[in-house]
């Protein structure tokens, strides 16, 4: 097992940007507009009072997402825009990378020194105690990838195209026989693709046809790192961790150098795509070779279990952490609290995911990222609006010690409505279109980020989100233990049980989290109903969980909320252990977070 990164203890607490809409204040929004219509945002924006802003709120880590070189629709002095068939949106795909030792030129002021641009602003990153993690894209790059920074570093250089298959190609290539009727290569609007005239290759997401689909990642080729998936998920066949630079797949040297560059220009960690289609093998040797140029940095993967493409028989999310990454994502628990809206789960539902093992505390929890629904939609998590943000994160922040994450727009309640372009009306902040968000302007406020412009409720919202990651700093959630009580309150009837509910814990979760070394303890209560305040509940505080406190022979407990009121309250042990200790009105789509006090 490679050792995780040595501040893995520190919990990273990530705000999520694309820079394109962070700090785009024009407000045209043209259906399918250009850079000229619709604006974008720069490195510049994101200045010092959006910093200092954010690093006040509670975030030590700054993901800029999508800053790599992609394909576009947008030309400059020399760079070519890219044809209109590989182009997801006018401004691209930030997953289908044109150049990885380059950063998108859309985003500097001059795109001259885009560079020294991206670097002035990790730089002041850094100068505000944020560290900064970029995307780091193993699996696919875009069909027109193409290095001018580093040419020799080219995929598909001196590739043999004449076989699917070959351990030192960088691409799979397209035989004659496969689907979609022979070369060339015809893109979902019927144009052929003229750099694949003759040797096709395989589609990001592994699709073996000339003729990908609109529902296939057909702006993107698929990365070969000297295994055939179609044979299977056993990659023991590579080479491991250990194994000598020149002898390892030809891919996982120009990863290597990848990586390498961009820690050398004080980029601090990845955020890695889809990283469980790509073999557990590479993952050993290229993280290590990271941790020994640079023993902090930091690795967190987009990986999901469920996904056939997947590299391993085992579960992927344990076997990357295994492999050296210091967090996962946990897409499980997201689905669950979405699913209380969505899918009539019950807050119970969430104990099946609160199970023992590294992954429980190094998993990343989110309730928005650039992939999901935006919470705020009027067709997602049950139209609710904003307000349930609040009681998912509340749990999925306070569940285990691992990262969070939250996305811009998130804090001030960012719908995601209407269609931007390429990907329509979706509920989400497009990724692929110059656009501006309606809501997080008003915040940016031509770059003074004050907020002046949000609603009385947007600047609550925001507010609330930094209570609530302040409380997540304290001891019990940064290095404590996790312990659920919603099973030994199932038959309880006073546990927000509603008139129809035979058992409890419908809207309602409770737990603990306890830190053995300083004794701190929090009781975590959790109402997910979006209209119903829940009254007289009575928690129950059975004596084994008692004793996972270190409280059981304490008689009496003090509780003080530290996140959104000033309630206090005093119980007996005993009453605790039995019927349960009486508790204020919890609101519609709130939370506690109770501080069990020193007697």
Not at 30 to 39: A, F, K, R, V, Y
Not at 208 to 226: A, F, M, R
Request: proline share 6%; aromatic share 12%.
């Amino acid at each position: 097992m490679i050792s995780p990164s040595p501040l893995s203890n520190q919990r990273p607490v990530i705000y999520q940007l694309l820079v394109r809409t962070f700090g785009n204040i024009n407000e045209t929004r043209e259906l399918h507009g250009t850079i000229e219509e619709n604006g974008c945002g720069k490195f510049r924006d994101i200045n010092k009072a959006a910093l200092t802003s954010l690093r006040e709120m509670g975030f030590n880590m700054i993901w800029l997402t999508g800053v790599l070189e992609q394909v576009s629709g947008t030309e400059y002095p020399g760079r070519p825009a890219d044809p209109a068939g590989i182009l997801k949106g006018m401004a691209g795909s930030p997953y289908a990378i044109r150049d990885y030792f380059d950063v998108c030129p859309d985003y500097a002021v001059d795109p001259e020194k885009r560079i020294e641009e991206f670097k002035d602003l990790v730089n002041r990153c850094h100068a505000h105690g944020l560290r900064v993690i970029m995307d780091f894209v193993p699996n696919h790059v875009g069909r027109t990838y193409l290095s001018d920074v580093r040419p020799e570093h080219t995929f598909g250089e001196k590739d043999l195209p004449n076989r699917f298959f070959d351990r030192d190609n960088h691409f799979y290539y397209l035989c004659e026989d496969a689907d979609g009727g022979g070369p060339p290569l015809i893109l979902p609007n019927g144009d052929i693709f003229k750099p694949e005239m003759k040797h096709g290759k395989v589609t990001g997401n592994n699709i073996i046809s000339w003729q990908p689909s609109i529902h296939d990642w057909y702006e993107t080729i698929k990365l070969n790192y000297g295994h055939d998936f179609t044979t299977g998920r056993d990659t023991s066949h590579l080479p491991d961790s250990d194994a000598a630079f020149d002898s390892v797949p030809k891919t996982w040297r120009t990863m290597d150098g990848i990586l390498s560059y961009w820690q050398g220009l004080g980029v601090d960690g990845f955020r890695v795509d889809m990283a469980h289609m790509v073999p557990m093998e590479f993952w050993r040797w290229a993280v290590k070779r990271a941790r020994q140029r640079q023993p902090h940095v930091f690795f967190s993967a987009e990986a999901y279990n469920d996904d056939p493409a997947k590299l391993t028989e085992e579960n992927v999310q344990e076997e990357l952490i295994k492999s050296g990454f210091d967090a996962v994502y946990d897409h499980p628990s997201y689905r669950a609290a979405k699913g209380l809206y969505e899918e009539g789960k019950w807050a119970n539902d969430l104990d099946a995911l609160t199970f023992t093992g590294n992954r429980f505390h190094q998993s990343v929890r989110y309730a928005e990222n650039h992939d999901e629904v935006r919470i705020a939609n009027h067709k997602v998590w049950g139209g609710h609006g904003a307000k349930v943000g609040k009681p998912a994160s509340a749990v999925l922040y306070a569940f285990g010690r691992g990262p969070v994450m939250l996305y811009h727009g998130q804090e001030v309640g960012e719908p995601g409505n209407g269609p931007y372009g390429f990907a329509g009306d979706n509920s989400r902040t497009t990724i692929f279109d110059y656009w501006s968000m309606p809501e997080f302007t008003k915040w940016v406020n031509r770059w003074k980020y004050d907020g002046k412009r949000l609603s009385p409720e947007q600047r609550e919202l925001r507010a609330w989100y930094g209570k609530l990651l302040k409380v997540i700093a304290n001891r019990a959630f940064t290095h404590g233990e996790f312990y659920g009580l919603n099973y030994f309150n199932g038959e309880n009837p006073h546990f927000g049980r509603l008139d129809d509910d035979e058992f409890s814990g419908h809207w309602l979760y409770a737990f603990l989290r306890h830190d053995p070394e300083t004794g701190q303890s929090f009781l975590v209560l959790v109402n997910f109903h979006p209209h119903l305040a829940m009254q007289d509940v009575k928690v129950i505080i059975p004596e084994g969980a008692q004793e996972f406190l270190g409280r059981k022979d304490e008689e009496t407990w003090w509780l003080a909320d530290r996140l959104d009121s000033a309630w206090t309250g005093e119980f007996s042990q005993k009453s605790l252990a039995s019927e349960g200790g009486t508790l204020p009105e919890i609101r519609a789509c709130s939370a506690m977070m109770l501080e069990i006090l020193k007697s």
